[in-house]
C-alpha cells in the first residue's frame, strides 16, 4: 500500500534561519510527488510536480527535491510569511495520496 | 479565472439532518475529487470523477455518503443522515490532468 510520512510535524525557525522538510514515500512506482502549502482557513496551494531522482524545482524561498524514496523541501531564508502547513502527495493511478503534513512557523 | 468554488463555507447542522455541500470546478478540468480533513485523521480522499463519472468512491466512509457529478460545471456531495463525527472541513479539487487545484472548503459542524 502506498504511503507517505512527513516529519517533522511541526517546526519553528527564526526569520533568516534555512532549514528542510521531509516527505519519505514508499510507492509501487512513482508517478509524481507533489508538494502543497495550506493557509489556514484555506485550500492546498499547489507547489510543485516532481517526477524523477535528481528532479528540481524552485520557488521563491522554495526548493524541492527529490531522491528515490524522499522529496526534501528547503526553505532559504524563511520570511513569517512561509509561515504555514506544507503537504506532500504521490500520485497513485489518478489519484494523491497526501501525508499529514509540515506545520511551519517563523517568527520575526 | 475564479479558482474552485465552494458552497456554503460555513454549516452547522443538527445530528440527523441532510447536508448537502456544493463544488463548482474550473472550466475545463475533467476530473473532480471531494476530500474530508480533520486534525486527527489528515487529508483524505472520498471519492472522483472523471468526464463526469465516478471512479472510486472506496473512501466514502459509509452508505450516509454519496456524491453526484450531474454535469462538468457541478457536484454535490451529500450526508444523510448526519452525525457528529462528520464534523470536518470539506475540500472539492478539481484537476486537468494531474495537478490538483482545490477550492476553500466547506466546514461543517454536526451538533
Known amino acids: 500500500e502506498d504511503q507517505v510520512t512527513q516529519s517533522p510535524e511541526a517546526l519553528r525557525l527564526q526569520e533568516g534561519e534555512s532549514s528542510s522538510l521531509n516527505c519519505s514515500y514508499t510507492?509501487?512506482?512513482?508517478?509524481?510527488l507533489f508538494w502543497y502549502r495550506q493557509d489556514p482557513g484555506k485550500g492546498p496551494e499547489f507547489l510543485f510536480t516532481?517526477?524523477?531522482a535528481g528532479e528540481e524545482k524552485e520557488k521563491e524561498r522554495l526548493k524541492a527535491t527529490l531522491t528515490k524514496k524522499e522529496s526534501f523541501l528547503h526553505i532559504t531564508a524563511p520570511k513569517p510569511e512561509d509561515s504555514a502547513t506544507y503537504l506532500c502527495?504521490?500520485?497513485?493511478?489518478?489519484?494523491?495520496?497526501f501525508g499529514t503534513g509540515t506545520r511551519l512557523q517563523v517568527f520575526p | 479565472d475564479a479558482g474552485v468554488i465552494q458552497s456554503p463555507r460555513h454549516e452547522v447542522t443538527e445530528m440527523g439532518q441532510e447536508v448537502t455541500l456544493r463544488c463548482k470546478p474550473i472550466?475545463?478540468?475533467?476530473?473532480l475529487f471531494w476530500y474530508r480533513q480533520t486534525m486527527m485523521r489528515g487529508l483524505e480522499l472520498l471519492i472522483y470523477?472523471?468526464?463526469?463519472?465516478?471512479?472510486?468512491d472506496s473512501g466514502m466512509p459509509e452508505d450516509r455518503f454519496s456524491a453526484k457529478m450531474p454535469n462538468a460545471s457541478f457536484s454535490t456531495l451529500k450526508i444523510q443522515p448526519s452525525e457528529p463525527r462528520d464534523s470536518a472541513v470539506y475540500f472539492c479539487?478539481?484537476?486537468?490532468?494531474?495537478?490538483?487545484?482545490f477550492g476553500p472548503g466547506t466546514r461543517l459542524t454536526v451538533t
Open positions: 479539487a478539481s484537476s486537468p490532468e494531474v495537478e490538483q487545484y
Open positions: 510507492v509501487s512506482g512513482l508517478r509524481g
Open positions: 516532481l517526477y524523477s
Open positions: 502527495a504521490v500520485e497513485d493511478t489518478d489519484k494523491l495520496i
Open positions: 472550466s475545463g478540468h475533467n476530473s
Open positions: 470523477f472523471n468526464n463526469n463519472v465516478p471512479i472510486d
